[in-house]
Nanobody, 123 residues
Framework: VQLVESGGGLVQAGGSLRLSCAAS????????IGWFRQAPGKEREGVSA????????IYADSIKGRFTISSDNDQNTVYLQMDNLNTEDTANYYC?????????????????WGEGTEVTVDS
């Protein structure tokens, strides 16, 4: 199982970024994919998740209405569109895969993790 995140970078407050999570080595349609983030000095938190087979989604309250998760099952890729970013969104963002097909942003549900991509929002 391999998960590779990309799309992070430096953006001004109010701006947008789209993160990508390219997956390989497992049946993409049979997994849930989640996005998590860890800000400096803070614990990792769940952001959003999608069950790729039925496109069911879930969002953390802190980003609801600003972030959108989607999947391209032909490309085995999950995206996280992040709009109206603020400085509190600054973090390393990780994607993770779960065999459980449970729509969850609890990290103990996920057994496979990428290395992360860094997002910095400048005020």
């Amino acid at each position: 199982v391999q998960l590779v995140e990309s799309g992070g970078g430096l953006v001004q407050a109010g701006g947008s970024l789209r993160l990508s999570c390219a997956a390989s080595g497992f049946p993409f349609d049979d997994y849930a994919i989640g996005w998590f983030r860890q800000a400096p000095g803070k614990e990792r938190e769940g952001v959003s998740a999608i069950v790729t087979s039925d496109r069911g989604t879930i969002y953390a309250d802190s980003i609801k209405g600003r972030f959108t998760i989607s999947s391209d099952n032909d490309q085995n890729t999950v995206y996280l569109q992040m709009d109206n970013l603020n400085t509190e969104d600054t973090a390393n963002y990780y994607c993770a895969a779960s065999e459980e097909l449970v729509l969850s942003v609890e990290e103990n549900e996920y057994g496979y993790w990428g290395e992360g991509t860094e997002v910095t929002v400048d005020s």
